[in-house]
């Protein structure tokens, strides 16, 4: 009888629990995994528009993908602000108002003109390969970039000594040099 007692028990209770598989991925593990997808977006946005305006990148830590929901959420937010700070920092070049002055006398920003020359700015392909290489590759030639990506390129070439002088009629007309 204590065998069959035995054995009844046993099979009562692998029974059961055959019945109970393993759970699939609960809301808390895709949501672990979404966290992590948006963190590694925002990351990558914030990077891209430091990289545009020439800044240092924000140091990330392996420990952003430890830990639980909350701590995930608020890295997440973190990050979120991070790439909105990027964004409207990079939306404001130093000196938009004479790229835009000399954008006018140039031509529209996403014109290819067939003389060599691209954008709103009329860069010629040295001149992008030089002061705008990442964009050149990713994106192609001038025409191609947003008027920000182009005003960031002028601004490197800006920086770097250069000043208005590439646009000398132009800048003249604006009034810059």
């Known amino acids: 009888m ?6 009844l028990l046993i099979v009562v209770v692998t029974g059961a629990s055959a019945g109970l598989e393993a759970p699939p991925p609960g809301k808390a593990t895709g949501t672990a995994f979404v966290l992590l997808d948006q963190i590694d977006g925002y990351r990558k946005e914030t990077w891209r528009w430091q990289a545009l305006m020439g800044a240092r990148r924000t ?3 392996r420990t952003e ?21 990027a964004r409207g920092q990079a939306a404001r ?17 996403h014109a290819a ?7 709103g700015l009329q860069m010629d392909i040295g001149f992008q390969a030089r002061y705008g290489v990442g964009l050149l590759r990713s994106k192609g030639t001038a ?3 947003t008027s920000v990506e182009q005003m ?4 490197r070439a800006f920086r770097s000594g250069r000043g208005f002088y590439p646009w000398p009629n132009t800048a003249r007309a604006c009034g810059l040099i």
Do not use: F, I, M
């Open 93 to 109: 070049p130093p000196h938009r108002s004479a790229w835009q002055c000399l954008q006018r006398y140039e031509a529209p920003w």
């Open 59 to 61: 140091p990330s830590q």
């Open 152 to 155: 960031w390129v002028a601004e």
């Open 65 to 85: 993908r430890a830990g639980g929901l909350a701590y995930r959420k608020w890295v997440r937010s973190l990050w979120r602000g991070r790439a909105l700070h």
């Open 113 to 119: 003109t067939g003389n060599g020359y691209y954008g």
């Open 143 to 145: 025409d191609r970039w």
């Open 2 to 7: 204590r065998r069959y007692l035995l054995l």
